[in-house]
């Protein structure tokens, strides 16, 4: 199972940018998908998790200005980013809890970080 994020890159203030993550491999669900960033000298925090039902969950810093989607067809997220502030700034991760088969409860996979910057 491998998750691949995608969409970073270099945004002024105020500006949007979509990240993506897609989990390939071979499961038989995904529980939940998650953002996580981890910005220099910090600790990595969460930003947005979106479970199977479809309910989200936001930190407080991103809270109406992130929105967090999945397309179950193609086992991948979104995570909308708009209003974006400097210290927005960090590598984001993605993650999730996935059911490799029907019976387990789920284990956690990452993938790699995308770097998210925006200038003031």
């Known amino acids: 199972v491998q998750l691949q994020a995608s969409g970073g890159g270099l945004v002024q203030a105020g500006g949007s940018l979509r990240l993506s993550c897609s989990a390939s491999g071979s499961f038989f669900s995904i529980n939940s998908l998650a953002w996580y960033r981890e910005a220099p000298g910090k600790q990595r925090e969460l930003v947005a998790i979106i479970h199977n039902s479809g309910s989200t969950v936001y930190a407080d810093s991103v809270e109406g200005r992130f929105t967090i989607s999945r397309d179950n067809a193609k086992n991948t997220m979104y995570l909308q980013m708009t209003s974006l502030k400097p210290e927005d700034t960090a590598v984001y991760y993605c993650?999730?809890?996935?059911?490799?088969?029907?019976?387990?409860?789920?284990?956690?996979?990452w993938g790699q970080g995308t770097q998210v910057t925006v200038s003031s």
């Open positions: 993650g999730g809890s996935l059911q490799i088969t029907a019976g387990d409860r789920g284990s956690t996979f």
